[in-house]
């Protein structure tokens, strides 16, 4: 008998349902999720999906990565922090169980070793940023091939590292897999003989000697990035072959702002809902998102900084002044779409909304 029926795979088009929740770490739960229609889960490991969350006081949407592997395709998972001052993941750490369903959209998103098959990897994260590092890590244990993987991952304490359970058993399975674990400072009463302290070079040359030799893939708070790309740098590494995924935007990433298209307050902008039937007037340096919620309309979004991707839009005429960080493909602005976080209109915009 055929384990899959009807085979077909999972869009955004439908909701998802939530079918398990399992706490992993202080403030750390993972999701589990299943298609309504029993489609399976097709995605390159270390995307994210982006969710709609009913929060009280409106929906907002929230990007997730995608914890779970390819490899095992009848299951989503998404393994979520609740960061302090944080509204979305909080609400899902308190409220988001069993029997619930969401809107969601994606998978998207360029962090991935299927970007870039090569031999030998070095994975470097901090804090909840270790989510797609075990999603890749997964899907080449689940290869059936022996990898060549140095695993690092900084936390603040042992019992803060996310996911370890499953990376040690992962780890206890196979050879090629070296698994590094740093933390700031020791649980009370329960010895730690690892590595301590802050991530370093000298760290770095001791975990993995041949660093000069793999790919690097990076994630977790900026502040860690900015130390790992410095770190790198100063030992002579290619930086080519390093890749990072992050939500935070640092101001020097975002693209030169040209002088004669520079969005003024003082000019006046419109922007016309082709879909929706509204228009409404604003600056030109209010973005299309910003005009969009003046108007009563939602356009979906995530990070609002133009890296997620999740509000893009099709600009049917005018000019916008749009400045990202890397959420949009070029091909994608020669099609007419457009990121509507940053997009600010230029007079007269129509958008598909």
Same mark, same amino acid.
């Given at each position: 008998?055929?384990?899959?029926?009807?085979?077909?795979?999972?869009?955004?088009?439908?909701?998802?349902?939530?079918?398990?929740?399992?706490?992993?770490?202080?403030?750390?739960?993972?999701?589990?999720?299943?298609?309504?229609?029993?489609?399976?889960?097709?995605?390159?490991?270390?995307?994210?999906?982006?969710?709609?969350?009913?929060?009280?006081?409106?929906?907002?949407?929230?990007?997730?990565?995608?914890?779970?592997?390819?490899?095992?395709?009848?299951?989503?998972?998404?393994?979520?922090?609740?960061?302090?001052?944080?509204?979305?993941?909080?609400?899902?750490?308190?409220?988001?169980?069993?029997?619930?369903?969401?809107?969601?959209?994606?998978?998207?998103?360029?962090?991935?070793?299927?970007?870039?098959?090569?031999?030998?990897?070095?994975?470097?994260?901090?804090?909840?940023?270790?989510?797609?590092?075990?999603?890749?890590?997964?899907?080449?244990?689940?290869?059936?091939?022996?990898?060549?993987?140095?695993?690092?991952?900084?936390?603040?304490?042992?019992?803060?590292?996310?996911?370890?359970?499953?990376?040690?058993?992962?780890?206890?399975?196979?050879?090629?897999?070296?698994?590094?674990?740093?933390?700031?400072?020791?649980?009370?009463?329960?010895?730690?003989?690892?590595?301590?302290?802050?991530?370093?070079?000298?760290?770095? &040359?001791?975990?993995?000697? +041949?660093?000069? !030799?793999?790919?690097?893939?990076? /994630?977790?708070?900026? @502040?860690?990035? *900015?130390?790992?790309?410095?770190?790198?740098?100063?030992?002579?590494?290619?930086?080519?072959?390093?890749?990072?995924?992050?939500?935070?935007?640092?101001?020097?990433?975002?693209?030169?702002?040209?002088?004669?298209?520079?969005?003024?307050?003082?000019?006046?902008?419109?922007?016309?809902?082709?879909?929706?039937?509204?228009?409404?007037?604003?600056?030109?340096?209010?973005?299309?998102?910003?005009?969009?919620?003046?108007?009563?309309?939602?356009?979906?979004?995530?990070?609002?900084?133009?890296?997620?991707?999740?509000?893009?839009?099709?600009?049917?005429?005018?000019?916008?002044?749009?400045?990202?960080?890397? &959420?949009?493909?070029?091909? +994608?602005?020669? !099609?007419?779409?457009?990121?509507? /976080?940053?997009?600010? @209109?230029?007079? *007269?915009?129509?958008?598909?909304?």
């Amino acid at each position: 008998m055929a384990v899959f029926k009807n085979l077909h795979f999972w869009t955004d088009a439908e909701e998802l349902d939530c079918v398990t929740r399992m706490p992993e770490a202080p403030d750390v739960v993972t999701f589990s999720f299943q298609s309504p229609s029993g489609a399976l889960f097709s995605h390159d490991p270390g995307q994210f999906v982006t969710l709609e969350l009913p929060v009280p006081g409106g929906t907002i949407w929230r990007t997730c990565t995608i914890s779970s592997s390819p490899s095992r395709p009848t299951v989503l998972t998404l393994t979520v922090k609740a960061q302090a001052g944080s509204i979305g993941t909080r609400w899902m750490l308190d409220h988001l169980h069993k029997g619930m369903r969401l809107r969601a959209k994606g998978p998207a998103g360029k962090f991935s070793i299927a970007q870039h098959p090569v031999g030998k990897y070095l994975f470097i994260s901090a804090g909840s940023g270790i989510t797609p590092m075990v999603a890749m890590t997964t899907w080449m244990y689940d290869s059936g091939h022996e990898p060549d993987i140095v695993f690092i991952n900084a936390a603040r304490r042992p019992s803060e590292i996310i996911l370890r359970d499953r990376m040690e058993l992962m780890a206890s399975r196979i050879v090629g897999l070296d698994l590094k674990w740093v933390v700031e400072e020791a649980d009370p009463f329960r010895p730690w003989t690892g590595y301590k302290g802050r991530f370093n070079q000298i760290m770095l &040359g001791l975990m993995a000697q +041949d660093y000069l !030799e793999r790919e690097v893939f990076c /994630c977790g708070p900026e @502040p860690f990035m *900015r130390a790992v790309r410095e770190a790198l740098e100063g030992l002579g590494y290619d930086m080519s072959h390093y890749h990072q995924e992050s939500f935070q935007a640092e101001p020097e990433a975002a693209e030169e702002i040209p002088a004669d298209m520079f969005p003024a307050a003082r000019n006046e902008a419109e922007v016309a809902f082709a879909l929706s039937g509204l228009s409404i007037k604003c600056a030109e340096t209010d973005t299309i998102l910003a005009a969009a919620k003046s108007a009563g309309l939602v356009i979906a979004s995530g990070c609002s900084m133009g890296i997620c991707g999740t509000c893009k839009v099709r600009k049917t005429a005018g000019e916008v002044h749009m400045v990202h960080n890397g &959420g949009i493909t070029d091909e +994608d602005i020669a !099609e007419g779409f457009i990121l509507a /976080c940053c997009s600010r @209109p230029l007079g *007269r915009v129509s958008v598909e909304v």
